[in-house]
């Protein structure tokens, strides 16, 4: 029976580059995860696709998912709902798959309670004037978005203590290096594998 999979849960500020950074980790053929594409209510931007980017539903399903205890967090952020599907990501687990989660910080504090072996990983902007530059050049919000994003990164900022790990967003490359060395590290910690090693011992004494 092969290891259960570990659940890394990877969030940050809106804008800081969450995406851009899951996908150059994901674009190397020597990554072992599998991404849990999460759902949300807001409206599909050009060039998205529904169920690569995210699985796109309208309000009320994802309201009727939440009563029937579907999902394994969800939060409301900026009017629009965002959620991880529980199913696919416990049987991909068990199945010694690690599981790649790119979560709002509402909804990785939730998985924290559920899942508190997780491997959480915050992801930040260098400072908060780069954090704006971006936002502004993404071109897809108004300003008064804009700056309900940045009121918000400022209290999500301040909710890093929560997580295990912090990677600075200085470049996607290196950002991506450091995300994969903290998740190879996190699957040699003694308490991840030392169950597998006292099977062994109790096997070998059975033995005798």
Do not use: W
């Not at 050009?46 to 969800?74: C, H, K, W």
């Amino acid at each position: 029976m092969s290891e259960r999979g570990l659940l890394v849960v990877f969030s940050g500020p809106s804008g800081v580059g969450k995406g851009t950074v899951r996908q150059e980790i994901f674009s190397t053929p020597d990554h072992k995860f599998e991404y849990s594409v999460s759902m949300t209510t807001r409206p599909q931007r050009p060039g998205e696709v529904d169920g690569v980017d995210y699985f796109f539903r309208s309000r009320e399903e994802f309201e009727e998912l939440i009563r029937q205890g579907q999902m394994l967090e969800y939060a409301e952020y900026v009017g629009n709902y965002y959620g991880t599907p529980l199913t696919y990501v416990n049987e991909t687990l068990d199945k010694g798959i690690d599981v790649f989660l790119e979560i709002e910080v509402q909804g990785a504090l939730q998985v924290k309670k559920k899942v508190p072996d997780g491997v959480f990983i915050f992801l930040t902007p260098p400072d908060l004037e780069e954090l704006q530059n971006r936002l502004v050049g993404r071109g897809t919000d108004s300003q008064e978005v804009i700056a309900q994003r940045i009121e918000r990164a400022k209290e999500e900022i301040a909710l890093m203590r929560e997580y295990d790990y912090v990677v600075v967003n200085d470049e996607v490359s290196l950002a991506a290096e450091r995300v994969k060395r903290i998740i190879e590290t996190e699957h040699f910690r003694v308490e991840r594998v030392i169950g597998h090693y006292d099977q062994i011992i109790k096997a070998t004494a059975a033995k005798r």
